[in-house]
């Protein structure tokens, strides 16, 4: 059992990482003097493994405890499906006190988090992460949000959660593209932060796969996220600064992901993609070497994660779509580029050109 | 010309008071190191007034300034409005560094920082109040968001102003309801904060009108009222204290306001109301003299404010509506009540009785 802090000026919150934590849900919780009313979130297959286990330990602990199911996927990520949460809070009459808690992948999460941001306010916020990419990436450091039908995002809030709840042994169940979608995160903390995980990913016998890479190293993996997330959060947690190196592979894997309609690609795919890209502009820029980019490119690879544009985008689209980014700056888009592995810039300072020659 | 400082642990802001206010807009944001983008929120007939100085004084500021118009009235508060706000952002490519500037009431000071603190999980937010009610409470501390069908600002967020522009000359446009409906909350700061505005508000000679009221007094009642609003504030940002002071005689008021489908009063008259009977329970608890009660009754009807819940309303549908409030705390009402003009508590201790009895 591993239990991280992320430090905030205001809401601290614990990561709790063990085997076996889902039926400890109910009693976590009760020590964060919550109010009595939980409202249980999450898609009817996730449920469906894990919704039991959970709703016992809530009850168990002494909530009262309610719940919500979306229909799974990035499509139902949208305004409409939030207002359907608000229907049943208000239902059940949840107050201010009462916590909603995300069980679920990035989609549940975020969407359980811009509830709960926006609920009365503001009411008590748990994630309980059932994908790698939610456990590694997406239930750490409070964005939450739904799509606008015209960008990925768009609406949203920083909000922080009371608690984030991981129990590895739920990524059984998980699809394996997925699974290897969440590694695509667990690869980009080893170039942006951690240049040992890099090099024990390297080393591991196997990457792709939850049934064969080795249990120790999945701990590890886990933590080591996890920790890299807070560690980059607690410093900046609105992204003014720092936070944005979080976006590495982000900037073209978000593009990559709009124009193809979010139907090709699973998020880390595209952010794999993304890593490739940003990689070689760091290369032409002479920031990177190109050792280092190749040894990037060849973990990507043996996590059996796509590496390249499909041929069917046309760069010009491409280039427009960074324009709208969230991320961009006085009309200037901005890269996270690494200058070798744990390390990277940001800059504001890629041409066109530059863009253009890395996506051929 | 007189400025207040609201501080919070993080995000404190200036509120500016002054005559001619509205013409310096664009050089106060100017000190504020905003992006160059800025989205003008208003309704037509508001902007009929004001647009026009407003835009100028940010253009000659150096802002590039888009607008976007929201219908008047209460009815528009809702999640479609600020859909078309998102719209309008992403049309003009608002980047995280824009502002959104609320030129408007409280309803559109609530919907503009409520999408200010949706759209690309938070832009800048700056607010020109231009009705009375919205200068010394809706426009300060930072509560945001919009109607559920089911009940009053049940969707938002605690989203802070980067800056709260105050000119009282706006106030010769607003309708003379408008200003007495203000002037409920004024007098709500006299009972629970300032009993020396209290006394200034018994001895003018008239506060029921803008045309008559004496100026000096005027820039009195906007300096100390938002002086209130912005000491409890800034004790408890989110409400989990002392904030909830401000809410006398919103209990009931609210009660009145979503039973009568906000169709009969106004905010501020549904609050008049509220604070009559609160006084009325504070006094039949042996809270509170009749004396100090009979007192604001009087300076209520003063300012030509009802005081009487109407007798169309079923008294257990008011008790029903009271379950259904934000500040529902583990299922029992809180009510804020004097014990002397200054001075309020907050309890759970009222019985229905007592409430049914101080609504006869």
């Given amino acids: 059992m591993s239990s ?9 919150y614990e990561i709790a990482i063990a085997s076996g934590n889902l039926s400890q849900l109910g009693s976590q919780m009760q020590q964060l003097n919550l109010g009595k009313k939980v409202l249980l979130i999450s898609n009817p297959e996730i449920f469906n493994y894990y919704g039991d286990i959970c709703l016992k330990s809530l009850e168990n602990a002494g ?10 996927g990035e499509t139902y ?24 808690v995300a069980l679920g992948g990035g989609v ?54 009371k608690l984030v709840l991981i129990d ?14 969440g590694m695509a995160e667990v690869i980009k903390y080893g170039i942006i932060w951690d240049e040992d995980l890099f090099t024990k990913l390297e080393q591991a016998s196997n990457i792709d796969s939850f049934q064969t890479i080795e249990q120790e190293l999945l701990a590890t993996i886990l933590i080591r996220s996890c920790q890299a997330k807070a560690d980059v959060v607690s410093q900046d947690e609105k992204e003014s600064g720092i936070r ?37 502009i760091a290369v032409n820029m002479g920031l990177w070497t190109a050792t ?40 200037k888009v901005r890269f996270v580029l690494p200058t070798t592995i744990g390390k990277v810039i940001i800059t504001d300072k890629v041409t066109e050109e530059v863009i253009l020659k890395a996506l051929y």
């Avoid at 909530?63 to 799974?72: N, R, Y």
């Avoid at 709009?258 to 070689?280: C, D, P």
């Fill in 168 to 181: 590895p042994d739920v990524l059984n169940t998980l699809p394996e593209r997925e699974f290897r979608a």
């Fill in 4 to 12: 991280l802090t992320v430090n905030l000026p205001q809401n601290s």
């Fill in 244 to 280: 944005a190196i979080l976006n590495y592979g982000h900037t073209i894997g978000h593009a990559v992901e709009s124009l193809t309609n979010y139907q090709e690609f699973v998020h880390g795919e595209a952010v794999a993609i993304g890593m490739v890209a940003a990689g070689k």
């Fill in 292 to 331: 280092e980019a190749q040894r990037q490119d060849a973990l990507i690879k043996k996590s059996q994660l796509p590496i390249e544009i499909p041929s069917t985008l046309k760069l010009n689209d491409i280039l427009s779509t960074l324009q709208s980014d969230k991320k961009v700056k006085a009309g």
């Fill in 63 to 72: 909530f009262e405890v309610f719940k919500h199911l979306i229909p799974a």
């Fill in 108 to 161: 549940i999460g975020d969407m359980t988090g811009f509830a709960a941001a926006t609920w009365l306010r503001g009411v008590n916020f748990v994630q309980v992460p059932t994908s790698l990419l939610a456990m590694v990436d997406a239930s750490v450091g409070g964005k939450t949000g739904v799509n606008h039908p015209r960008g990925k995002n768009l609406i949203g809030a920083f909000y922080q959660p």
């Fill in 77 to 100: 990520k949208h305004l409409q499906s939030i207002e359907k949460v608000y229907d049943t809070a208000l239902a059940n009459r949840l107050e201010r006190s009462s916590t909603l």
